[in-house]
């Protein structure tokens, strides 16, 4: 529940403890900003004013309804087609144009530092990743050496330490980060602060599913990431793992997931609130025995 109640002449927001659970445990400042805008605001608000006010920018805006809309904290607006398919077509740059592009100091400060952490000297082709990233996805170039580092360590994480990434795709992780809104240091530090507590947190969702302490794949990090935004737990997962050894005789990512959206369309997070849940709901199988069993008893005595 949510709304406002009155102390005196003070307008007071109430928040239901569900929802500042998921907040709390998505961890997204921009989320969590935007949803008390929302919960502030008297009347319909448009983007530009939550915009102005929040000090936000459109993709970064974008990013927090998103959060929201995955915690089903906010309803999901209608498909629209997203403007950034066009701006991931890179501009052609010229010899001329990267040759007035490396005369500013920044940018060639961020080839040199580039360079050094890739330990490779950097060809035209990769020259030209990074003006695309600066000059038309519009990252500042502080920015994209916090991307590039932040490339690094993902690939050392995922396939050894000295494994470096290609520019091309620094340059796709760049798009994403724009879509973010991740414009300036601050923005960005808090997504990687934010990115590296959920890679913690992976190893206790690992755990939970008794895969021990290996990094997930592909696949099963997007199935974890889900779970993460959704607002389950390791221990909800644990739970939901042990039904589903129970039924299928081992791990079945889908059939799990599977119990997990249930949940989630119950509103069910914790372990807790699914224990609670079940003990109010009648069993389902004990219901249909039961009906079985009173037709029976009906059918014996018409005889």
């Not at 007035?100 to 961020?110: N, S, V, W």
């Not at 190893?203 to 021990?212: D, S």
């Not at 993460?228 to 799990?256: I, S």
Request: aromatic residues 8%; hydrophobic residues 35%.
């Amino acid at each position: 529940m949510a709304g406002y109640i009155l102390r005196g002449e003070e307008k007071t927001i109430v928040l239901g403890a569900d929802r500042v659970d998921r907040l709390l445990q998505q961890g997204d400042g921009d989320a969590a900003l935007l949803y008390l805008c929302l919960m502030r605001a008297d009347c319909a608000v448009t983007p530009q004013q939550l915009m102005s006010r929040l000090h936000f920018s459109e993709l970064r805006l974008r990013a927090a309804e998103t959060v929201l809309q995955n915690l089903g904290l906010i309803e999901r607006a209608a498909e629209a087609p997203q403007p950034e398919e066009r701006s991931q077509e890179r501009v052609e740059f010229t010899a001329e144009d990267l040759g007035r592009i490396l005369a500013e100091e920044d940018f060639r400060m961020l080839v040199e530092q580039t360079e050094r952490v890739l330990g490779k000297k950097l060809t035209t082709n990769d020259l030209k990743y990074l003006a695309n990233l600066n000059r038309e996805v519009g990252l500042p170039a502080d920015v994209i050496y916090l991307l590039v580092s932040h490339c690094i360590q993902r690939a050392e994480r995922r396939y050894g330490v000295g494994r470096r990434p290609v520019l091309r795709q620094i340059e796709k992780e760049g798009y994403y980060w724009a879509k973010l809104g991740l414009f300036d240091q601050e923005s960005a530090a808090r997504y990687l602060k934010t990115y590296s507590d959920r890679q913690e947190q992976m190893v206790q969702y690992m755990q939970a599913l008794q895969l021990g302490d290996r990094r997930p794949v592909d696949s099963e990090e997007r199935y974890i990431r889900s779970w993460m935004e959704q607002g389950f737990p390791a221990e909800t997962v644990a739970l939901a793992y042990d039904r589903t050894v129970l039924q299928k005789h081992e791990l079945n990512w889908r059939y799990l997931n599977g119990i997990l959206r249930r949940w989630d369309q119950e509103g069910w997070h914790t372990a807790e609130q699914v224990r609670q849940g079940e003990e109010r709901r009648p069993d389902r199988h004990t219901a249909q025995q039961s009906e079985k069993k009173r037709a029976a008893v009906e059918k014996y005595l018409k005889w």
